[in-house]
């Protein structure tokens, strides 16, 4: 039975929601499953990714092909890089306790990315609405900067009428 680690679609039209699933490849895309392995909610920013790692290495172990979407978020939630550590594992190249040092760094690391662009997203945010205030200041000065001459301008002018009258 060839197993596929694919995404099985689910949510509203317009707003998909994935279950990241261990299927028979024979399956529909959105029919049975033997394991469900997480969730990835393209949606949001970053998108929210949360996967049962091991599981998804148990699978990748046991000759389980998982798609290109699939094997996308495999690599970046680690289940690629564990895989390949358990390979060099299994082969002698290195121990147990490395492999897990390398792949706790890794996680460390991309914790540290993932991060930094949060925060950078709602650093931007933050200055697009303190443009947007001043903008709408600006506007607001404008506009009752031009409301104040034309009074006086009236005034002016009004004047000028009266005194032409009285000539």
């Known amino acids: 039975m060839p197993v596929k680690i694919r ?17 028979d490849s024979r399956s529909k895309r959105d029919g049975r499953f033997l394991e469900k392995l997480g969730t990835y909610n393209p949606n949001t920013n970053p998108a929210t990714i949360d996967i049962d790692v091991d599981g998804a290495v148990k699978w990748l172990q046991n000759g389980a092909q998982p798609t290109d979407t699939a094997r996308a978020i495999l690599s970046y939630k680690g289940a690629m890089l564990k895989n390949h550590l358990a390979g060099g594992v299994r082969k002698g190249a290195l121990t147990e306790e490395q492999a897990e040092a390398k792949f706790t760094a890794w996680l460390d690391e991309k914790a540290g990315k993932v991060t930094g662009k949060t925060e950078g997203l709602e650093k931007a945010k933050e200055e697009a609405k303190a443009k947007a205030l001043e903008a709408e200041k600006s506007v607001n000065e404008a506009r009752i900067a031009a409301k104040a001459p034309v009074a006086d301008d009236e005034d002016t002018a009004g004047e000028n009428a009266n005194s032409d009258s009285e000539e």
Do not use: S
């Open 7 to 23: 995404l099985q679609r689910h949510g509203k039209k317009g707003k998909p929601f994935y279950w990241v699933v261990a299927a």
